[in-house]
């Protein structure tokens, strides 16, 4: 009777064999297909006879065995490995488990408003407006829904919609002051971003008082001018007084700061690691 042990090293060898077979018949394709010179040819041919030797590979090995060919070059891994940080597994991990949550429950707005969060942390700024979306959609009266679109659009440095949905979450939660600060970061950057073309029409609207301008093209500008100006204030009926007073040199201390930091970071953005509220 044939013990375990025994059975077990003969399939051991089995395995070696295997793998040396394969190894055998890589370097006889190379034989054939390779680009080797005479003296190469030579080298793996030796080579050839010692695998079989060594292992035992003679024609009752290789019926035994089979012809089944492995491809050798496809067992290795060459895509380089990718370092990341526990920081960023957190953050992956809580977009997978809202996922997950969400197919249990595709109609709980707080998961899509929270997994909006997650992606803002991993900077898919797109899905996080996709998630806040849904979230509203669910529950039109989401006020943090609002505030986290908010800060996905500033990300992307659409701060006219941000400060849309900002104006939007404050109206369902008044006096939430990361809102209102957040509101104001988007207004001094909106200001900054349209306040060379106000400025420009500003300018023009004093000329044009003193007489029609002839020219067309003039004429067009001034319109799209006041056509934005009409409807940031239908959004805001203080926006363009507020404009006003920030492009008037007699009211410089009332203008709107402008940041100095190119790199937008809304308040609920700057701690990276903050978990999503519920």
């Keep these: 009777m044939v013990t375990f042990t025994r059975l077990w090293s003969q399939l051991w060898i089995l395995k070696k064999q295997c793998l040396i077979l394969n190894v055998v018949n890589f370097l006889q394709d190379e034989l054939i297909n390779g680009n080797l010179n005479d003296e190469r040819k030579e ?3 030796v080579a050839i006879q010692c695998l079989e030797t060594a292992f035992e590979l003679d024609t009752d090995a290789r019926t035994k065995l089979g012809n089944e060919k492995l491809d050798l070059l496809s067992l290795i891994n060459i895509t380089p490995k990718v370092e990341v940080s526990e920081e960023q597994k957190k953050k992956r991990s809580s977009v997978v488990e809202y996922t997950k949550a969400i197919q249990l429950d595709p109609t709980n707005a707080v998961y899509y408003c929270n997994r909006a969060a997650a992606y803002s942390r ?71 971003d349209m306040g060379n073309v106000f400025t420009l029409i500003y300018h023009m609207s004093a000329i ?34 507020s404009l006003r007073r920030s492009l008037d040199p007699e009211n410089n201390s009332s203008a709107p700061a402008e940041t100095t930091n190119n790199d937008f970071t809304p308040e609920d953005s700057k701690e990276s690691d903050r978990k999503p509220e519920c």
């Design 208 to 241: 044009m008082s003193m007489g029609e301008s002839g020219d067309p093209h003039f004429n067009a500008l001034f319109q799209a001018g006041q056509t934005l100006a009409s409807r940031m204030q239908s959004a805001d009926p203080t926006f363009v007084e």
């Design 43 to 45: 080298s793996v041919d």
């Design 122 to 192: 991993l900077e898919k700024h797109l899905e996080a407006i996709n998630d806040c979306k849904e979230a509203i959609k669910l529950d039109p009266a989401y006020g943090k829904a609002y505030g986290r679109l908010g800060i996905a659009y500033s990300n992307l440095n659409k701060y006219e919609d941000a400060r849309a949905a900002y104006l939007t979450a404050l109206k369902y939660d008044p006096g939430n002051a990361m809102y209102e600060t957040n509101l104001k970061l988007a207004e001094e950057r909106l200001f900054a």
